[in-house]
């Protein structure tokens, strides 16, 4: 009798797994032929690092995809539904002030994106919600989407160098000391709180 129940489990572990796994799906998309990555993302407004991340199976190119595919956009309590498609010059000062959000929360929702805002890409779409929305990156694993793909554009085109010698030239000359007949009234301050 023992050893039934024991078979019994193991064969329905996987389907009660599967079940489990479904329902903690928020969103699915079908596959339709011409999509990828980016794509869905826009049209469905879920951000391309949370459509990696809910779909490991997908590859960092986003080249596996199958027509009829069923995937996940969003997992439940984890979903980000407010996004920005990533248009030339877009920035991440840009998209802070636009979305009335703070840096902190911005990154938190979009950990691809480097320290320095510098690998946003054009039609990349990104988490621009005012609380963090989007699931984690799974212990063990690396964050996806971090690198931008080889067929997309730098949303910020690379600023050129700047000659030391411009530089030093500039920093030698110091800004006037103020005076005190100088009017500073119309200066907001936190000391009249």
Wanted: charge should be negative; hydrophobic fraction near 40%; include cysteine.
């Amino acid at each position: 009798m023992f050893a039934r129940s024991v078979v019994a489990a193991f064969v329905a572990a996987p389907f009660v797994a599967q079940v489990a796994l479904a329902a903690s799906c928020a969103r699915q998309y079908t596959v339709k032929e011409g999509d990828w990555c980016d794509t869905i993302s826009a049209a469905n407004n879920a951000s391309t690092y949370q459509l990696a991340v809910v779909n490991p199976t997908i590859d960092a190119s986003c080249t596996n995809l199958q027509t009829g595919q069923v995937i996940c956009l969003g997992t439940e309590g984890e979903d980000c539904k407010t996004t920005h498609v990533v248009h030339p010059d877009d920035t991440c000062d840009l998209l802070t002030g636009i979305y009335n959000i703070n840096s902190t929360v911005l990154y938190a929702n979009n950990p691809q994106i480097d320290a320095d805002c510098n690998n946003l890409y054009i039609g990349e779409v990104v988490c621009v919600a005012p609380a963090i929305a989007v699931p984690a990156v799974p212990v063990g694993s690396a964050t996806p989407a971090v690198v931008i793909p080889a067929t997309a554009t730098p949303a910020k085109a690379t600023a050129t160098p700047v000659k030391t010698t411009s530089v030093a030239a500039t920093t030698t000359s110091a800004a006037p000391e103020p005076t005190e007949t100088e009017d500073d009234e119309d200066l907001p301050f936190c000391d009249e709180l």
